[in-house]
């Protein structure tokens, strides 16, 4: 029996050991000091789930907390990846070398990487491990995603691909949102701006409505594939907001610039809601480009 049960032990440590293509040769995977500590995971390292993570009969309690360092450990993980702080092609370390390391269950930490390959930023292969994606298969669209790329200093490469995106996409909305909207739809593009003239600038309310602004916008089109973008536009813009206050910027009034739009989608004018539109972008654009990106950083019109 003893004999039975070491082997058995024996077989369990050989399989670990190779789990997430995690060999002893451990040079090339990626774990930079400053990633060691994750924001949250200070109380459940020190408690953490243990074995019975794995149990189907798991309380609302512990299925909860396995809820959280899940979403703790994704985020962390796609912050370092979206920052650059994890290239492509970075071997990140394995589900048994980061748990021990944190204290953290296998299982929160496998959940995470499921989500992360979800979205295209990493690709887990057999013997080889949990690899970074190449840049061109991140979903950069994904409200998830989005959120996540302005959590820390953004990429200015991102950040300035950002608006360029935005710039060819919301002008020609605002276009097509004046010849389709109907009164509903204009009444809602209405509402959002009369919200953002009530709420103070920096305030979640302004952000809120700065949202709905874009979303009814882009809704008012009456297009599918544009409408389906709305969620991330939104994304985007909340992003944008949020990092613009972590920089202390000045804050312009951008309720005129909303307005401008309004009226000539209100009037049916669909060169000037689409010549509105651009340079209400381009001045969100200036307001992070003067401080924050290289000079020759532009958008064009």
């Known amino acids: 029996m003893a004999g039975r049960a070491g082997k058995s032990q024996e077989s369990r440590r050989r399989s670990d050991t190779h789990t ?7 040079a090339d995977l ?25 149990k189907k009969n798991l309380s609302k309690r512990s299925a909860g907390r396995s809820h959280r360092l899940h979403g ?25 070398a980061f748990s021990e390391r944190l204290r953290v269950s ?27 994606n190449a840049r061109s298969m991140w979903h950069l669209l994904d ?18 691909s950002l608006y360029e995106f935005w710039s060819m996409l919301e002008p020609w909305a605002a276009a097509l949102a004046a010849r389709e909207r109907s009164e509903e739809q204009l009444a809602a593009i209405r509402n959002a701006v009369e919200r953002m003239e009530r709420s103070t600038s920096q305030t979640e309310a302004r952000r809120k409505a700065d949202q709905d602004f874009h979303v009814a916008v882009l809704l008012a089109t009456g297009n599918p ?16 907001s949020r990092f613009k206050q972590r920089l202390s910027l000045a804050q312009r009034d951008t309720v005129p ?45």
């Open 257 to 301: 610039d909303h307005l401008r739009v309004l009226d000539a989608i209100a009037d049916g004018n669909r060169e000037k809601a689409e010549k509105e539109m651009n340079a209400l972008i381009r001045l969100s654009f200036r307001d992070i480009a003067a401080p924050h990106l290289p000079e020759q950083a532009q958008v064009s019109p």
């Open 30 to 54: 990626v774990w930079p000091d400053r990633h060691l500590s994750i924001p949250g995971l200070a109380v459940a390292s020190g408690n953490p789930l243990g074995p019975q993570s794995g």
């Open 72 to 96: 703790l450990i994704t985020r962390h993980l796609a912050v370092a990846i979206l920052s650059g702080a994890y290239k492509p092609g970075d071997r990140l370390f394995g589900e048994i």
């Open 225 to 240: 594939y544009l409408s389906s973008l709305a969620a991330s536009l939104a994304a985007a813009i909340s992003a944008i």
């Open 20 to 26: 997430d293509g995690e060999h002893a040769e451990t």
């Open 143 to 160: 409200p998830d995603v989005l959120g996540w790329a302005f959590e820390n200093e953004p990429d200015a490469g991102l950040l300035e």
């Open 106 to 132: 296998r299982t929160a930490y496998r959940e995470a990487v499921r989500t992360l390959g979800a979205k295209g930023l990493v690709a887990s292969r057999p013997k080889a491990g949990t690899i970074v």
